[in-house]
């Protein structure tokens, strides 16, 4: 008859914060700043802990501005942050939030800022992009009601 015996986990605690083995996943976890955490050697997990708290970014004020893409008509969005640039280093690229969501978009050419004189031009381009869309509209009623070519063909 094999006997087992029960065993206490391994716990340490290091700068007042308590670190446990957990057997069976082979890991060490503890509660640091309210977060659970793991790591694979209590070596890192007491690094951790002596880890200073990264820095808070400092707060992006949201900025007003026009978002003007392809064939689309203006809309206006909310640039909520600077971002990383996708595909070239030296192009500036932003956070914005619009009525479809939230995206990364390259700020020249396509970015607008949000002023008296960008306000009326954006309007205006809203207001001839419906006068477009009302002629497109108006061109595809006249020509679904064109009537076909009868022809008789002779047998």
Same mark, same amino acid.
């Given at each position: 008859? %094999? ?7 391994? $716990?340490? %605690? #290091?700068? +007042? ?13 503890? %509660? *640091?700043? @309210? ?7 209590? %070596? ?7 880890? !200073? ?9 949201? /900025? ?6 392809? @064939? =689309?008509?203006?809309? !206006?969005?909310?640039?909520? +942050?600077?971002?990383? +640039? &996708?595909? &070239?280093? #030296? ?6 939030? &619009?009525?479809?969501? !939230? ?13 008296? $004189? =960008? ?21 595809? @009623?006249?020509? &679904?009601? *064109? ?5 008789? /063909?002779?047998?």
């Amino acid at each position: 008859m %094999t006997q087992q015996l029960a065993t206490q986990p391994l $716990t340490y %605690t #290091h700068n +007042g914060v308590e670190i446990t083995y957990d057997e069976v996943a082979n890991l060490w976890r503890f %509660t *640091l700043r @309210n977060r659970d955490r793991s790591t694979a050697s209590l %070596t890192d997990a007491k690094e951790a802990i002596d880890k !200073r708290p990264p820095e808070k970014a400092k707060p992006f004020d949201k /900025i007003e501005a026009w978002w003007v893409n392809y @064939n =689309n008509p203006p809309q !206006r969005v909310q640039i909520t +942050g600077i971002a990383e +640039g &996708s595909y &070239s280093r #030296h192009k500036l690229w932003v956070w914005i939030k &619009s009525n479809k969501g !939230r995206s990364k978009e390259q700020v020249e050419g396509s970015i607008y800022q949000s002023d008296a $004189t =960008n306000d009326a031009i954006c309007e205006e381009i809203i207001e001839k992009e419906k006068e477009i869309n009302s002629l497109r509209a108006k061109i595809q @009623n006249l020509r &679904s009601s *064109l009537q076909p070519l009868k022809l008789e /063909i002779p047998e």
